[in-house]
């Protein structure tokens, strides 16, 4: 399967799996509901940044989103929220700590590593 096919069928699926619409995910990447549907359907490429911030509103590694098999995706739900919870403004923010958060995590384990 073609990696954006696989990117494609992945961040719909996680879409639904969050009970996110299209419009949701739109406003949280600032682009257009269309550009969302065009990604989803391997219509459009998907921008390396887009599947940065899909990685982080998801609670993924960006690398996940490139797994032909979802039932390896290890989806955590610590920062899991619904879309009816949050705005999209606010999930932009959830994303910022979150990217905080690995960033401090990886260099912990590099460091403990040495």
């Known amino acids: 399967m073609e990696t954006n096919n696989i990117i494609s ?3 719909k699926e996680l879409r ?3 009970a996110y619409t299209q419009e949701f995910i739109a406003e949280y990447l600032g682009i257009t509901p269309a550009a969302v549907s065009q990604y989803e359907n391997d219509a459009r490429t998907i921008p390396e940044s887009v599947v940065e911030k899909l990685a982080l ?5 960006a690398y996940d989103l490139y797994e032909e098999n979802p039932e390896k995706q290890p989806l955590l739900s610590t920062f899991a929220f619904r879309a009816g919870e949050l705005n999209a ?9 979150k990217k905080i958060i690995y ?5 912990s384990t590099a460091l403990a590593n040495e």
């Open 9 to 11: 069928k992945n961040i």
């Open 16 to 18: 639904v799996k969050f």
């Open 57 to 61: 509103l998801y609670n993924i590694d």
């Open 89 to 97: 403004s606010d999930m932009q923010t959830v994303s910022k700590f």
């Open 103 to 107: 960033n401090y995590i990886n260099m």
